[in-house]
């Protein structure tokens, strides 16, 4: 039993180390930005979006914060709403970091995004305490918000700049912490999940223009798709 709990922890010891060598790699590294803003004549009906996220919401790599999914968005809606948009999202955020440092600035809002799900699969986070975390963090705004919509997590393994062994294992791993947002959304009327994983994985792995040069993060055409996939949720939300 000793033997197996050894090979247990050097397993786990190895994963971590080459997922630190993933995220290390001497390869272009980008700060993100503040997606917030407001879109739109403010004659029109407004709307408060709040978003609480990692960097899938902070474009790094992007040549403008306008490119950035949760603007195009917005842009999009703006054609009937007054759009104000309130990013709390920060690069490298957990699903626990989340609910520690974003949850608590959440104003009234119409709409909270919850975008979440790959650095805890980069960083091994139990799975059980990523569906925790999402729960207590859908719980916590839930009377905050007209409607919670969450990303789901897309399929970590596609990532270009991983080594192809880890690549398979975050592939299994990011299915699971899928699921978790599933697990989170179930039940509660009010909470919606984006199908980002069965949308996006076909197309990151088999387009390289969907990613941006640091082969870690989305690219304008990354966002673009992503953009596509959330709308028509984050619109229905609105109206719901």
């Known amino acids: 039993m000793k033997t197996i709990r050894r090979l247990s922890l ?8 080459e997922a630190a060598y993933a995220i290390n790699r001497d390869l272009p590294s980008f700060e993100g930005t503040d997606a917030s803003g407001t879109f739109g004549d403010s004659s029109l009906p407004p709307v408060a979006i709040t978003v609480l996220g990692d960097s899938s919401c902070t474009g790094p790599g992007l040549d403008s914060p306008d490119d950035i999914w949760i603007r195009q968005v917005a842009r999009r809606l703006s054609d009937r709403y007054f759009v104000d948009l309130r990013s709390l999202a920060v690069g490298g955020s957990t699903a626990g970091e989340i609910l520690r440092d974003q949850v608590p ?11 979440v799900g790959g650095n805890d699969v980069m960083r091994l986070t139990p799975l059980f305490t990523l569906r925790k975390n999402l729960e207590a963090i859908v719980d916590s705004v839930a009377s905050l918000a007209g409607s919670v919509v969450l990303s789901g997590t897309g399929d970590v393994g596609s990532m270009p700049r991983l080594p192809f062994a880890l690549s398979r294992i975050m592939t299994a791993l990011s299915a699971y912490a899928d699921r978790c947002h599933t697990a989170a959304a179930h039940g509660r009327a009010q909470v919606a999940k984006l199908p980002n994983r069965e949308k996006t994985t076909e197309p990151f792995r088999t387009n390289p223009d969907l990613w941006a040069p640091d082969l870690m993060h989305a ?7 992503w953009a596509d996939i959330a709308y028509p949720t984050i619109e229905a939300a609105l109206t719901a």
Request: hydrophobic share 65%; aromatic share 0%; charged share 10%.
């Open 10 to 17: 050097l397993a786990v010891a190895g994963l971590a180390a």
């Open 105 to 115: 600035l959440v104003e009234p809002s119409d709409v909270v995004i919850v975008a």
């Open 219 to 225: 690219s304008a055409l990354g966002h673009r798709l």
